[in-house]
């Protein structure tokens, strides 16, 4: 089982509520499939539409202040792996198949690896390029990362290689 990480970064606007709220709906097959144990929303400043929303779904709403926000919420997850999204984030159909067959048979030392996008913008594209070649540095919206590997430090260290795995993202 895994802890899903939701970054909201406008938690005012209404748009972010929603998208949030689309995040959470999409993630409730998971959940029905046995591989998403909780979820925690993590975002710089809290709201009232961010708490209504944590209390309505029973996530746990974390506020990170100037603390990195996914190492604020890692340390909220209740679970080994971590898949770290944004609000708006949608995953495909196959994303629970593909991210349950990693999980279990990831090796020890593995400890990163990375849903695709469907709309990659051109910087996104080659900075995925240079990531494959020397390695991330820390890990971003889309990725599932182990939970110790986020609370060592800001940075993921050595740096890794992700697996990309037979996942797809979309955007809301």
Same mark, same amino acid.
């Given at each position: 089982m895994i802890s899903a990480l939701i970054l909201v970064a406008q938690p005012d606007e209404p748009e972010a509520v929603e998208q949030l709220a689309d995040t959470l709906t999409a993630l409730v097959d998971g959940v029905a499939a046995g591989l998403v144990a909780d979820a925690v929303i993590v975002s710089a400043k809290g709201s009232e539409a961010l708490e209504t929303i $944590?209390?309505?779904?029973?996530? $746990?709403?974390v506020v990170s202040g100037a603390e990195s +926000?996914? *190492? &604020?919420? &890692?340390?909220?997850?209740?679970?080994?792996? #971590? =898949?770290?999204?944004? &609000?708006?984030?949608? +995953?495909r159909e196959g994303w629970i198949r593909s991210?349950? /067959?990693?999980?279990?048979? $990831?090796? +020890?030392?593995?400890? =990163?690896? *990375?849903?695709?996008?469907?709309?990659?913008? +051109?910087?996104? /594209? =080659?900075?995925? #390029?240079?990531?494959g070649l020397i390695g991330v540095a820390r890990p971003r919206p889309g990725d599932l990362v182990r939970r110790a590997a986020l609370l060592a430090g800001s940075n993921l260290v050595p740096r890794r290689r992700p697996k990309i795995l037979a996942a797809w993202l979309d955007r809301a």
């Open positions: $944590a209390d309505g779904s029973g996530a $746990a709403l +926000p996914l *190492r &604020a919420a &890692a340390r909220a997850a209740r679970r080994d792996w #971590l =898949l770290c999204l944004e &609000a708006g984030d949608l +995953p991210i349950d /067959r990693f999980v279990g048979t $990831a090796r +020890p030392d593995v400890s =990163l690896a *990375r849903m695709q996008r469907s709309r990659a913008k +051109p910087n996104d /594209r =080659l900075r995925s #390029l240079v990531e």
